[in-house]
Nanobody, 114 residues
Framework: QLQLVESGGGLVQPGGSLRLSCTAS????????VAWFRQVPGKEREGVSC????????DYVDSVKGRFTISRDNAKNTVYLQMNSLKAEDTAVYYC???????WGQGTQVTVSS
């Protein structure tokens, strides 16, 4: 069974940091591009960042540029999202996704609040 499992979410104060992990089982992430999305209730799922399998290039939505960093550790079959200088508007459920056809992970809640 192909699965992605996210972890690392939680409650953090504004300005704080979290590192999300996305670990694959049933397949290898090597050679796959992976994206992080986030969703808040009542809104569409938003693409946050992605890492390209072929050259390791990365991309970010404007609202997180300079604060978030996506990376991968192929030996651990894991993709990370380092989130710094967190803001209240970053509060969401964060999902990872293997491009282009999935699977989706189950999501991890990130709450930024004082």
């Amino acid at each position: 069974q192909l699965q992605l499992v996210e972890s690392g979410g939680g409650l953090v104060q504004p300005g704080g940091s979290l590192r999300l992990s996305c670990t694959a089982s049933g397949f290898t992430l090597t050679g796959n591009s992976v994206a992080w999305f986030r969703q808040v209730p009542g809104k569409e799922r938003e693409g946050v960042s992605c890492i390209n399998s072929s050259d390791g290039s990365t991309d970010y939505v404007d609202s997180v540029k300079g604060r978030f960093t996506i990376s991968r550790d192929n030996a651990k079959n894991t993709v990370y999202l380092q989130m710094n200088s967190l803001k209240a508007e970053d509060t969401a459920v964060y999902y990872c996704y293997r491009l282009p056809s999935g699977p989706w992970g189950q999501g991890t809640q990130v709450t930024v609040s004082s």
